[in-house]
Structures are given as C-alpha cells and as structure tokens.
C-alpha cells in the first residue's frame, strides 16, 4: 500500500477555485490509478475523479464534471486536482485515493488522511 499524502484545500467563495496535490510514497506502475473522493457533512464517501497512471486516462463524477481538472506531474510524483467554479455543495472532506480501479471502493488500496474544502456562500 502506498502512503498518500495530500495538500492544498482550504476556504474560497462560491465561483473559485482551489487546488489539492497528492503525492504516493512510492511511484506508481501501470497498474495503478490515483484520485479523489469526498465525503460532505452527513453523507457517505462519493468518487469524484481518476486517473490512470500509465495513461493519463482521466475520470470524473457527472457532477464535476467540466468544472475540475485531474491531472499528474510523472517527475514530481504527483496528482493534482484543480477545482473551479466552486459550488457550495462542493464542501467536503477530499480523499486522495490509489489502487487498481479507484473509481470504486472495491479497487482501492490506500486513502489518505483527507483535507477539508470548504466554499462559501
């Protein structure tokens, strides 16, 4: 399992934008993906986006898509989510997540500690 570690997040107005990095102890091979859930006040964890580590294939929830960007940096090590057009049900603990197939629990290997987003209104 590889440990993730995540910055970024924080505190923006409604319409801005924020951005979370994601960085595996240990590189990634082509068998494995890298991204994000979230998990809002009260409800469950929710994938939000992926992407493939060989490849850069990238993956997003229906309701971020077009407004979040997922992408990675092979040198660095590391994925970045850029979030615009924030919305205040955006608000969420973020999770950076690494496995196999991460676009489901059940291909998840590692999460990270998770880092708060918060928009306002």
């Known amino acids: 399992q590889a440990q993730l570690i995540e910055s970024g997040g924080g505190l923006v107005q409604t319409g801005g934008s924020l951005s979370l990095a994601c960085v595996p102890s240990k590189p990634q091979t082509g068998l494995y993906a890298v991204g994000w859930y979230r998990q809002a006040p009260g409800k469950g964890r929710a994938f939000v986006s992926a992407i493939t580590w060989n490849t850069g294939a990238a993956h997003y929830a229906e309701s971020v898509r077009g407004r979040f960007t997922i992408s990675k940096d092979n040198a660095k090590n590391t994925v970045y989510l850029q979030m615009d057009d924030l919305k205040q049900e955006d608000t969420a603990v973020y999770y950076c997540?690494?496995?196999?197939?991460?676009?489901?629990?059940?291909?998840?290997?590692?999460w990270g500690q998770g880092i708060q987003v918060t928009v306002s209104a």
């Open positions: 997540v690494a496995g196999p197939a991460v676009t489901v629990p059940s291909g998840i290997d590692s």
